[in-house]
């Protein structure tokens, strides 16, 4: 159910807070007097006479080695033609953000003035020194190909356009795969190409190399057929031009045609030509952002065609967001002096091999798909499956080396592979495997405060990443002056205001179960129900009676206030049991889950008992082994006090009742984390050989402030408070939170309410639901 996106919301991502997508953050401790004599003068000339006496050493004391620079003078972004250098940045921005998420890699975007190809080359060329690789982007043909062929020449670092190569790599991975479908050979099948430019050009000389016969295609571009006798190609296109002149337009050439691939504009291909291709045809339509065939229109026109688009939408995505991060991964960890054939090459057969292995459960899950399998409908790996860095990375290294080109080659590949899944940071990934776990059950969930703008902005993210369907409580007047001040579209959401006369009969109801439960605790029957006027109270009973699934809300209230009503209408988990709050702060080193940090002042050792194993269930909801420390100020009997004790016998009480949980303390923070400590002077430890991940603390003022450091001075993400104990999933957000903390926090009460109400999980079940009964607009829409 993933939504398209808007204008507004793709113009108010990039202009938010910090405007545009990058910034700089130093590697290095830049904090005290030292620290800057050591980063800048004094220390700083010492690292420039090392790299003075010996070139090579820039690669040891500099980030040259990980640095590489995406570079565009914006004459043809994507499929959007010359726009400048300037329109372009976004582009080159956001290619500097795939390139650091999938692969680790820094980037600086230069966008330049310049369209002139020898003054370009001469501009690039100056920067050499600054960049470990160079990845040219959104250059147009002809000029892209003399660019490429000169700074390939003459620098002595990675240089590629990735219009051209990458796209080649991937469309010759994902044509390979369909070939042997179709049951059809390269050699003898026959290709038409619509487009003669970067793109277009690069992937029929992969293709040719990969076997393709030249006699066997037909080119065409805007002037229509590529032949020989042509005056207006560039030196690439007259290189592969058909060396004889005919008339026939695309329509014509696609008849009996094996294999289509256009990487030129927009609707330019109809049904009937798709019709008039031999059987088991095969459709790249790869222009951005519209392609040649519109998906659906081709695979309509008939049942045994292999159709692949550059879009995320539909199947089969043929992008070159699959090759550039890990190709120049590759090459930068063995210092290739280039990216050559062999190393295209091993990139292609890599990804065309991955694309036939069983997929992993994450990729299933991210894609919100039961069995993503080797078929017509999956030629080439998805763009979100972590093997891909693992997978290309290696082969493109492994390549560079027997070519000869590397010059730093990789001894343990075992080590690597290691390594690299290091460098895809375990925070990312549990971000995405959240995203995922909650969108293969999209959950019904209640915002009590809609009528607030970021709970709004929040619902409407959910939907839209097709995490949850939204319920709103508030004020529907101003619920929709909002939404249309700020164009948001609420999709017809059902939207209910406890307070209006509309739902006195649900008032009535709601009240008399909140009255059989709290009767003989002070409340009386006409109190009951006025109180359903209340919206946490409402929304608490929409969860209690299974007609949402979970609540959030908190927003603009205290604490106490908003975790009341969800305490007395859907009560603890275990009667006997204390309710907690944890956060999960997404740290640099990795996920940590912090407990108590919201509910309980000073808890017993028995309460800390249950906190902890609490906290270590709700942690493996988020598929982590829970690796514990008990934390103090002192280590493992250090010190006799009452305080250190205390996390000493809770320790002792989780132990008894879970023996196989890992759990250790009481324990300092700092040698919770520290390995070399831990081993050498308390070896009995069971966090030797550990990486902690979640922290029990002492109280909750120590939870509270450690949280907080974390966040505000570590930097750290916060995602909080998860509120444990209660039967069904209601969390209290933090007075002031961010829309992207509000849709953290959908993310985890999905999560629960796919542990905890598994009544509801389908569309059609929603659909079928009482609200949305009630608002068949929306039963309409979703
Ligand atoms: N899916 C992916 O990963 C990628 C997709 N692309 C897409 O491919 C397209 C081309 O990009 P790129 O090669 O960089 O750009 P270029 O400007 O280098 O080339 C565009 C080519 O398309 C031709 N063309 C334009 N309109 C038509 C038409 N109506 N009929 C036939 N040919 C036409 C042009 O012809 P002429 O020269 O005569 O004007 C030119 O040969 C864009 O839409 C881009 O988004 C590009 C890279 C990667
Ligand atoms: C994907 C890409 O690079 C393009 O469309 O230009
Ligand atoms: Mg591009």
Redo the contacts with the bound molecule.
Sequence with gaps: MQKKLGREQALEYHAMGRPGKIEVIPTKEAKTQRDLSLAYSPGVAEPCLEIKKNVENVYKYTAKGNLVAVISNGT?V??LGDIGPEAGKPVMEGKGVLFKIFADIDVFDIEINEKDPEKFVQIVKALEPTFGGINLE?I??PE?FYIEKELRKQLAIPVMHD?QHG?AI?SAAALLNALELQKKKIEKARFVV???????LSCLKLYLALGAKLENVMI????GFVHAERTDLGETARELASPKKRDINLAGAMKDADVFIG???GN?VTAEMVKSMAKNPIVFA???PTPEIDYEIAIASRKDIIMAT?RSDYPNQ???VLGFPYIFRGALDVRASAINEEMKLAAVHALAEMARKPVPDIVNLAYNEKNIAFGPDYIIPKPLDPRLLETVAPAVAKAAIESGVAKSPIQDWDAYKVELNKRLGLDNQLMRVLGSKARSQPKRLVFTEADNLKILKAAQLVFEEGVAYPILLGDEKKIHQLAEENQIDLEGFPIIDPKDKEFNEKRIQYGEIFFKKRQRKGVSKYESIKMMRDRNYFGSMMVETGEADAMLSGLTRNYADAIRPALQVIGKEDSAQKIAGMYLLLTKKGPLFMADTTVNFNPTAEELADITLMVAKEVRNFNLTPKIAMLSYSNFGSSASPEAQLMAKARAIVKERNPSLIVDGEVQANIAFNQDILKDNYPFSELVGQDVNTLIFPNLAAGNIAYNILKEVGGADAIGPILLGLKKPVHILQLGSSVRSIFNMALVAVISAQQKCKNISTEEEVKKSPWWKKFNKVAREI
Excluded at 194 to 200: D, L, P, Q, Y
Aim: hydrophobic share 50%.
């Design positions: 043809a994507l499929g959104d147009k043909a892209c219009d796209t991937i619509s487009g003669a430019g970067a793109a277009a065409f571009d805007v002037n990487l030129s504009a330019i790869m222009a951005n550059g043929v992008n070159n």
